[in-house]
């Protein structure tokens, strides 16, 4: 079984500083990895996505996230943070597909990213 | 339209009341999701239907019923509600096949409060 865990549920940081968002995962199977931004009263939008190809994968508005199967881990990260950066972060996880488990992802708690002027 | 729709954008019901939320996806995928998101909990899977075919029920209550009529279309009818139920409901679509494109295109969502 897939889980995700996501350390850290509030991170604060000033504008222009470092972002460093914290995504651990357990699967059984080579993993699928996500990660989705929600803006508030929006739905999930993706940010970037892991699937065995590179294992420094970036996306939109500057993210990018490294995966590391020694430390199960996925962090997404940005150089410098926007004042628009605030959001909630999601990471996910998706297992190798099986007829009956096409596209299930299994969520993170998510991670309130506040950023100070 | 683009992306993924959902209607309406708001709701307030009573518990007595039948309601329905509408999703719709103009990307050309076969399979659609819904979610309930709680404040301070996870997102949780409620529905999965692939193919208009549902492939998974996790275990939800039985006043929340899913409707696949077509591959672009999900509706989530409700009926006799609690105030547990008030969340926000996200639709979500994707491919549907096998292959390494699992992302899920989200819509909107409905926020839903219950009275």
């Known amino acids: 079984a897939q889980s995700v865990t996501q350390l850290g549920s509030h991170v604060s940081v000033s504008e222009g500083a470092l972002v460093l968002l914290r995504c651990n995962y357990s699967?059984?199977?080579?993993?699928?990895l996500f990660w989705y931004v929600q803006y508030p009263n929006q739905g999930l939008q993706l940010l970037l996505k892991?699937?065995?190809?590179?294992?420094l994968v970036k996306g939109i508005n500057g993210f990018e996230a490294e995966f590391k199967k020694s430390e199960t881990s996925f962090h997404l990260t940005k150089p410098s943070a926007h004042m628009s950066d605030a959001a909630e972060y999601f990471c996910a996880v998706s297992g190798t597909p099986v007829s009956s488990n096409t596209g299930k992802l299994i969520f993170g708690q998510g991670t309130t990213l506040q950023v100070k002027p | 339209e683009t992306g993924v729709t959902q209607t309406p954008r708001h709701l307030v019901m009573g518990m007595t009341n039948k309601k329905s939320l509408k999703c719709e996806q103009h990307?050309?995928?076969?399979?659609m999701y819904w979610y309930k998101q709680s404040a301070k909990k996870p997102l949780e899977l409620m529905f999965v239907y692939n193919f208009k075919e549902q492939t998974e029920n996790n275990s939800v209550p039985s006043r929340f019923s899913p409707e696949c009529p077509n591959s672009s279309h999900l509706f989530l009818h409700l009926h006799t509600l609690q105030p547990e139920d008030s969340a926000l409901y996200l639709c979500?679509?994707?491919?549907?096949?096998?292959?390494?494109?699992?992302?899920?295109?989200f819509g909107p969502g409905t926020r839903l409060t219950v009275t």
């Open positions: 990307l050309g995928h076969n399979a």
């Open positions: 892991y699937t065995s190809a590179a294992t």
């Open positions: 699967s059984s199977v080579p993993p699928y």
């Open positions: 979500a679509s994707s491919r549907g096949e096998s292959g390494p494109s699992y992302e899920q295109y």
